[in-house]
């Protein structure tokens, strides 16, 4: 068998598709929403390689057509769990052996699956099943997706030749190991690329997986293993379970031969997650490895220099695209007083000219939230935000789940710093506005730090570099990922790894190294060329 150093292929960012009136993306996307929307499918369990049907299942509706039935999927009994971890386990004794550029083959073919042939259904499965609008499917579910699969390889490589000194007399060598074991992905509803990728990475190492995708995400989570299927991902590497998360996780962290938790969901679970790996630390082969992205309270700075117009975009789009429902999304703006009144007119004229309804009819801006428990959620907060007199709402403010789970984009001023939606993470269209005085700058900062558990994205926005300056030492530890002049969503694969500190999770940062390196159990190897034959030291001498 030949041998050799392989070189991958540079990663590049895949480019964004436009999808602008008469292209033929928009002709291809519209047409397969359409054919996915009008027909039914059945997803079942993947496990071994097998589709697995329970008889026991679950329908699909879309948020925006909550009454509309796309499909249903069959939900895990204990014993499909059982054969989940057994099959994995049994797959890891070949896919942990497998050489490294083998496995690159498979998930770089993967991310070219999803460029082409793939690429009009993954968004339009996004767009349906999570109401997000053909520019949010395309930057997530084609894009971001296809970008962590390249780029994924390139850093896999840079790991393997990251190497310790050797000298004539021995040669240090270290070999990154998958761990022993078998790993547990928990993917969340909000974006297609996460859910792919955090299953994707770990088996990209070499290591083998149990995922539990998101209730709401099935639908899109069905065309990610079709792809992983056709790019050669072996039977056991990674296998799909749906249904009672308490039962999949307890059976799971139950095993021995859980080696890794990898999470991205709400923050009070990720916690009972850990904490429940904590008490069952004596049963296990090793010590598990815990890696989480979790929730988020993100801010917006405006510092007296700003561009009031800079500032409005950074709100609307920061607060209001994917309807407030990333992890790094805008939910708390300080805006100096100089400022408010040109800030606060320029983001009502932009909201009166968003539009709001399906994903299908491309003039959508904003489409439905997620589920009935978010859209009851954030009605019960507005509705709050009309009681209270330190609070008002100056745009949006309505709702209806008549038809899908709409929200109007909303924007709460208040007065107090601490009013409850400064503090709460709401996960929806709707973001608050403190004013504070100019003068107030460096106690706002304070304020800023001070306000939210979370620590995952945050902005400054600022003409005046002795304010960014300011900004970026007092809000050190307040986001992970930090934004001077522009809103705090959008991070790229690549050119901005992921990942917040505090409640926000465990910093790992998704779209780098340093993530993978999580997946990697490091052995030391080092080989002596002349061996010793006498236990004497010089120092021993007469």
């Not at 002349?530 to 236990?535: A, E, F, G, K, L």
């Amino acid at each position: 068998m030949g041998k050799g150093f392989f070189n991958v292929p540079i990663a590049v960012n895949e480019p964004v598709k436009s999808y602008a009136p008469g292209s033929p993306e928009r002709e291809a996307v519209l047409k397969t929403y359409k054919e996915m929307f009008n027909s039914k499918i059945d997803v079942p369990l993947y496990i071994n390689g097998k589709n697995i049907e329970t008889g026991n299942t679950r329908t699909m509706s879309p948020p925006h057509d909550h009454k509309h039935i796309v499909g249903t999927y069959h939900l895990a009994e204990k014993s499909h769990i059982d054969e989940a971890i057994s099959t994995a386990l049994e797959a890891r004794k070949e896919w942990s052996q497998m050489p490294w550029e083998q496995r690159a083959g498979i998930f770089l073919k993967a991310a070219e699956l999803i460029a082409g042939p793939y690429r009009a259904k993954i968004n339009a499965a996004t767009m349906i099943a999570q109401s997000k609008t053909i520019h949010q499917a395309e930057i997530d579910a084609a894009c971001e997706f296809i970008d962590f699969l390249r780029f994924n390889v390139q850093f896999m490589t840079d790991i393997y030749m990251e190497q310790p000194e050797s000298t004539s007399d021995a040669w240090n060598r270290i070999e990154y190991r998958p761990l022993e074991g078998f790993t547990y992905a928990v993917t969340p509803f909000n974006f297609t690329a996460i859910a792919g990728n955090l299953p994707a990475c770990m088996a990209l190492m070499g290591n083998v997986v149990v995922w539990k995708p998101s209730d709401s995400q099935v639908y899109s989570a069905k065309v990610i293993m079709d792809v992983f299927e056709e790019a050669g991902v072996p039977p056991g590497v990674i296998n799909v379970v749906f249904g009672d998360p308490v039962m999949i996780t307890n059976t799971v962290m139950a095993s021995p031969d859980f080696s890794g938790l990898h999470f991205t969901g709400s923050t009070f679970i990720f916690k009972e997650l850990w904490k429940q790996i904590g008490n069952n630390i004596h049963n296990y082969k090793t010590y598990p490895r815990i890696v989480g992205e979790t929730g988020g309270k993100d801010f917006i700075v405006a510092h007296k220099s700003a561009n009031a117009k800079q500032v409005a975009t950074a709100i609307v789009r920061g607060a209001f695209e994917f309807q407030g429902q990333k992890c790094s999304a805008a939910s708390r703006a300080y805006i100096p007083k100089s400022l408010w009144s040109d800030v606060k007119s320029m983001v009502i004229e932009d909201l009166k000219s968003i539009k709001m309804g399906s994903p299908e009819d491309m003039n959508n801006f904003v489409t439905a939230v997620i589920h009935e428990g978010s859209f009851d959620k954030l009605a019960k907060y507005i509705d709050q935000a009309k009681a209270d007199s330190n609070a008002d709402i100056i745009a949006g403010g309505n709702y209806d789940k008549s038809k899908g789970y709409f929200i109007e984009p909303t924007v709460i001023v208040t007065k107090d710093p601490k009013y409850t939606t400064m503090c709460t993470e709401l996960f929806g269209p709707v973001i608050t506005i403190y004013v504070y005085e100019d003068e107030a700058y460096a106690d706002t900062l304070k304020l800023v730090d001070e306000t939210s558990e979370y620590a995952l994205t945050g902005a400054i926005l600022s003409k005046d570099r002795y304010a960014v300056t300011q900004a970026t030492e007092a809000l050190q530890n307040a986001a992970g990922n930090f934004y001077i002049n522009d809103k705090p969503t959008g991070a790229v694969v690549g050119q901005q790894p992921f990942g917040g500190a505090r409640a926000s999770g465990t910093n790992d940062k998704a779209g780098s190294a340093q993530n993978l390196l999580r997946w990697v159990s490091p052995r030391m190897i080092k080989e002596t060329f002349v061996t010793p034959v006498d236990y004497r030291y010089p120092f021993l001498g007469e």
